[in-house]
């Protein structure tokens, strides 16, 4: 009995050694890498949940609509222009712009057109003199023979520059609408210079007869 005790493992020596073998084995190398794994994610979560609040603790509270001030130092309305008036068009824009409507717009003299008609507007047409003669140029035609009136306000005013709203008006009971129409004026070499017309369009697109 004796001898054969000898020969058999001690119970801690056998434990110890099965407790060696599991730690070296792959399996638990494995489950230990996992678990490292979760112990930083864990720790990162906790310190990212700590900061977060730190910082939702310090910031500034948000200030009610009665409390925010708003005193207009940050509007910007940038430059306004005043609206000009019937005594800021020259005298001699205006002349110009009612010859232009008979000659041009009416057809009623249309080499005294040509000579009222600025090179921008020339340009335009593309023509020559003798092409312009013919009537077949870059402003819409309106029956002026049964006009009753032409009234005049003041869209742009500027040195040099002046840009009208014109409302021609037919005589009652003529079966022609009132058309109104914008003409742009330059005055050419300064101050001293002609006005002449180099735009002429419709403020709204309504029809007329064509000439001729």
């Given at each position: 009995m004796t001898t054969l005790r000898r020969f058999l493992p001690r119970p801690g020596a056998a434990t110890l050694a099965y407790v060696m073998k599991r730690l070296r084995s792959p399996q638990f190398a494995r489950s230990a890498l996992w678990i490292s794994v979760l112990v930083l994610i864990a720790g990162v979560v906790a310190f990212a949940t700590v900061r977060l609040s730190t910082e939702d603790d310090t910031a500034a509270?948000?200030?009610?609509?009665?409390?925010?001030?708003?005193?207009?130092?940050?509007?910007?309305?940038?430059?306004?222009?005043?609206?000009?008036k019937q005594g800021d068009v020259p005298s001699a824009a205006r002349v110009a712009a009612g010859e232009f409507v008979l000659a041009a717009a009416g057809r009623e003299d249309l080499p005294k057109?040509?000579?009222?008609?600025?090179?921008?507007?020339?340009?335009?047409?593309?023509?020559?003199?003798?092409?312009?003669?013919?009537?077949?140029?870059?402003?819409?035609?309106?029956?002026?023979?049964?006009?009753?009136?032409?009234?005049?306000?003041?869209?742009?005013?500027?040195?040099?520059?002046?840009?009208?709203?014109?409302?021609l008006t037919p005589k009652q009971g003529s079966n022609i609408a009132a058309q109104a129409f914008y003409i742009g004026l330059k005055q050419q070499n300064g101050t001293s210079g002609p006005w002449l017309v180099d735009y002429?369009?419709?403020?709204?697109?309504?029809?007329?007869?064509?000439?001729g």
């Open positions: 509270p948000a200030l009610s609509p009665s409390e925010q001030k708003i005193d207009g130092t940050d509007f910007d309305p940038g430059p306004t222009t005043p609206t000009p057109a040509w000579k009222l008609a600025h090179p921008e507007l020339r340009q335009a047409c593309g023509c020559t003199y003798k092409q312009w003669l013919t009537g077949n140029i870059p402003v819409q035609y309106y029956p002026t023979a049964g006009l009753q009136g032409a009234t005049f306000n003041p869209n742009e005013v500027a040195p040099g520059r002046v840009v009208l709203e014109v409302l002429w369009a419709p403020i709204s697109a309504t029809p007329v007869p064509q000439s």
